[in-house]
């Protein structure tokens, strides 16, 4: 793998992500066993906007983890713009990771000690340390376009929920990835929120050309994403069009 990020312009034509036949086994070699994830297997293209959906212990965060290179299967296949994952090191998942997926939290995980402008830079330091003018540059264009632009110096403890989900967005961006993960964005947002951090999501979409994978239990929210995932036991049971989405997979909690 080489340590120079590829640029979704550099893979058109090519699954940002995709899993062959994945399998997920918790305590696979006691009486214990938990079949969670049942070969799973699908393809994420770049600019494409995904919900995951399904109900609580259907297996969307065991998944969710597995795309975001945050666990490893027990049997499939994994890619990262191609990068197959299996065989790989520690190392090297954490840094096809960093440079390859953001991530976006239901619990936003900033840092109240640090400023607005720091947390969205994190992700950069973590990885080259101080960071450019240029980097700096693009941290606050982000910030502006999330609308924080007044807020670059102050911390994050002093932000509404909204405003503090609007600086996870831009930290995930800020290293230009090809993927980009959100497990429940909106899932503590009032409705008029969530649907302007949503319209965040579909904004970046276009114009960043990222591929977005959403988990959501928000019917409506899911129904804007041109495709929706559909998981039942660990299976896909409905991969397709938001809008064909049958009514017996309603999407609850």
């Given amino acids: 793998m080489s340590n120079s990020q590829l640029t979704v312009s550099q893979i058109t034509g090519q699954a940002v992500l995709q899993l062959d036949k994945l399998n997920k086994i918790f305590n696979a070699d006691t009486p214990l066993q938990n079949h969670v994830l049942h070969d799973v297997s699908l393809r994420v293209c770049p600019s494409e906007l995904v919900a995951l959906v399904g109900t609580s212990g259907s297996g969307k965060s065991t998944l969710l983890n597995m795309m975001g290179l945050l666990d490893v299967s027990t049997s499939g296949e994994l890619r990262i713009q191609g990068h197959l994952i299996q065989g790989m090191s520690e190392q090297q998942r954490t840094q096809l990771r960093s440079e390859s997926i953001g991530f976006v939290f239901q619990f936003h995980h900033l840092i109240s000690a640090f400023s607005v402008l720091d947390n969205v830079l994190m992700p950069l330091m973590l990885r080259f340390g101080k960071p450019s003018k240029e980097q700096i540059e693009y941290a606050e264009h982000l910030l502006n376009e999330v609308g924080l632009s007044n807020y670059i110096a102050q911390s994050?403890?002093?932000l509404s929920g909204g405003q503090q989900q609007r600086v996870a967005?831009?930290?995930?961006?800020v290293t230009r990835p090809a993927l980009v993960l959100a497990d429940e964005p909106t899932g503590n947002l009032d409705t008029q929120t969530a649907d302007e951090v949503f319209a965040l999501f579909e904004r970046f979409n276009v114009e960043h050309q990222c591929a977005i994978v959403i988990v959501t239990h928000d019917p409506r929210?899911?129904?804007?994403?041109?495709?929706?995932?559909?998981?039942t036991d660990g299976r896909i049971v409905y991969d397709g069009p938001s809008a064909d989405l049958p009514s017996v997979f309603t999407v609850t909690p």
């Fill in 156 to 158: 994050t403890s002093r």
């Fill in 221 to 231: 929210l899911s129904a804007r994403c041109p495709r929706t995932i559909r998981l």
């Fill in 169 to 173: 967005i831009a930290r995930a961006l």
